[in-house]
């Protein structure tokens, strides 16, 4: 029985489609099994891209290269350092404050239940808080793990952050030399139009993370401003966390302002955090119609689909961190993708020798023999 010419081709369309899915998988599970390793790794990249402009101009004013990490490392850390010291002095000399609102806050509201239109009794609210109390304490050794699992994490972040520095170090001093390095595995014929995507890569990756980093300062000036304005507390940790949201497209600044919205609604009431929202909603439509489309939209050409897609990918397949991760990968595969497609046959490479490459000459007659 002969086999219909359509179900030939579909089998062999579908069997190859199985094929890269299970090759794809495959990647996937390596990738989770190696997260501890590969995250490190790709956060270091990160970084490399936000500081390897000033390692190169530090470069061209003879400072050696090894020094000019070493120095940009140091003071990025110093920056760090001081910022999480400034918020958590923040966030200790605001936080008797502020639970004496919430308090006030809870006890207004308990009046209200028992005055209001619900009409609440006395007992039916006592009896919700020993509930909650009771749930609390049956649930204890959860929570006494919880935090075990908790004290754990730590521990791996430090190790994962020790690994990330040393990672960093290393391509701020020496991300030639490594990227020559990986050339020499690449076969000849195509090592060039992979060079040039890489470099292009790299250099998207660089703009992605730079202009992230310009729209996440203004984000935090804006909001951290108002939120002094109205009277909000905790205004220092608050716009540190929208500064850290605007790293993660579309949700995260839409979290972290609503996380400042609330702490308003509940140590000021309904009208500070009206204003609060009002806000927050300005500096988003500042970031989507100004800022990104001048600071990333000639570095970054993706579509809103694909950026709401890779982020949902993201986002679902590994947490904050995939989310963290997935547009910028996005944006270097798809620049990447792009400059190796449109890499002239005979560009010289710029990264091998002589030696290694094939002369033009050569190539032509290979390719009017072929013909």
């Not at 501890?36 to 003879?62: D, E, F, I, M, Q």
């Not at 028992?114 to 649930?139: C, F, K, W, Y």
């Not at 990968?329 to 990447?336: D, E, H, K, Y």
Request: charge should be positive; aromatic fraction near 6%.
């Amino acid at each position: 029985m002969a086999v219909p010419y359509g179900l030939r081709v579909g089998a062999a369309v579908f069997g190859r489609l199985l094929v890269v899915a299970g090759g794809l998988a495959l990647i996937g599970y390596v990738a989770v099994k190696l997260a501890a390793v590969l995250v490190p790794v790709a956060v270091a990249l990160l970084l490399a891209g936000l500081l390897a402009p000033t390692v190169s101009w530090l470069a061209r004013k003879k400072v050696p290269r090894g020094l000019a990490a070493a120095l940009v490392l140091v003071g990025g850390l110093a920056v760090v350092g001081g910022v999480v010291t400034f918020v958590v002095i923040t966030v200790t000399a605001g936080m008797p404050e502020l639970i004496n609102q919430v308090v006030r806050t809870v006890d207004e509201l308990r009046t209200w239940l028992r005055t209001g239109p619900l009409h609440v009794s006395q007992g039916q609210i006592d009896s919700m808080l020993a509930q909650l109390t009771t749930t609390l304490s049956e649930n204890q050794s959860a929570i006494a793990s919880g935090a075990l699992s908790t004290a754990v994490t730590v521990g791996e972040l430090v190790t994962e952050f020790l690994l990330m520095v040393f990672c960093l170090i290393f391509f701020l001093a020496q991300g030639e030399k490594i990227w020559t390095f990986l050339l020499g595995a690449v076969p000849v014929r195509v090592r060039h139009g992979v060079d040039r995507a890489g470099r292009a890569g790299f250099t998207t990756l660089a703009g992605y993370i730079r202009g992230t980093a310009a729209v996440a300062v203004v984000d935090a000036v804006g909001v951290g401003v108002g939120l002094l304005i109205v009277g909000v507390p905790l205004a220092a940790p608050l716009a540190a966390l929208v500064f850290l949201g605007a790293f993660i497209p579309v949700v995260g600044s839409v979290v972290a302002g609503a996380v400042a919205v609330l702490v308003a609604l509940v140590t000021g009431g309904v009208v500070p955090a009206i204003i609060v929202l009002a806000i927050v909603i300005g500096v988003m439509q500042l970031e989507s119609h100004v800022l990104q489309p001048f600071l990333l939209g000639r570095v970054v050409r993706l579509h809103p689909l694909a950026v709401v897609l890779a982020l949902a990918t993201g986002l679902v397949t590994a947490g904050i961190v995939g989310a963290l991760l997935a547009v910028p990968l996005l944006a270097v595969l798809s620049s990447a993708v792009r400059n190796f497609a449109a890499a002239p046959p005979d560009e010289p490479l710029a990264a091998a020798t002589d030696a290694e490459a094939p002369p033009t000459k050569t190539l032509r007659r290979i390719r009017w023999r072929r013909r």
